[in-house]
């Protein structure tokens, strides 16, 4: 016998409608993740900063609210950077950020890509 869902419909056995909210409130009910695309650019930026001697370590968190990749110079001091989703604020401020050690939001935007980009040093002209 094949259990239903509240509300479900099945004619013939093969397939099992949920109610929307239902499974909305199903996918809330778990962590907030870094998908695997923002994990690859996450971990692209990482291993720049690894090869040019900068960052030493990182921890990955999967809060109920948020994801937090924290990125260490040492692995028994506080983070550096904290780059964070937020999906709450996805539709205001915009759902990634990057905060420095001090508490500070360095930048914040609805594209991890240019949230990024606050990593990228410019070349400058030294006059001597």
């Known amino acids: 016998m094949v259990e239903r869902a509240e509300g479900a419909e099945d004619t013939d056995g093969s397939a099992m409608l949920i109610p929307l909210h239902e499974a909305r409130r199903d996918r809330r009910e778990g962590p907030v993740t870094f998908e695997r695309r923002e994990l690859d650019q996450i971990l692209k930026l990482y291993g720049r900063m690894v090869a040019a001697n900068e960052w030493?370590?990182?921890?990955?968190?999967?809060?109920?609210?948020?994801?937090v990749f924290s990125v260490f110079r040492r692995t028994s001091e506080v983070p550096l950077f904290q780059i964070v989703k937020n999906p709450r604020l996805a539709r205001k401020q915009g759902a990634?950020?990057?905060?420095?050690?001090?508490?500070l939001i360095m930048k914040r935007g609805h594209e991890l890509a240019r949230v990024l980009?606050?990593?990228?040093?410019?070349?400058?002209?030294?006059?001597?």
């Open 56 to 67: 030493r370590d990182y921890a990955i968190d999967h809060l109920s609210d948020r994801a």
């Open 96 to 103: 990634y950020s990057v905060v420095a050690a001090t508490g």
């Open 117 to 128: 980009n606050v990593f990228d040093k410019r070349l400058k002209l030294v006059e001597a």
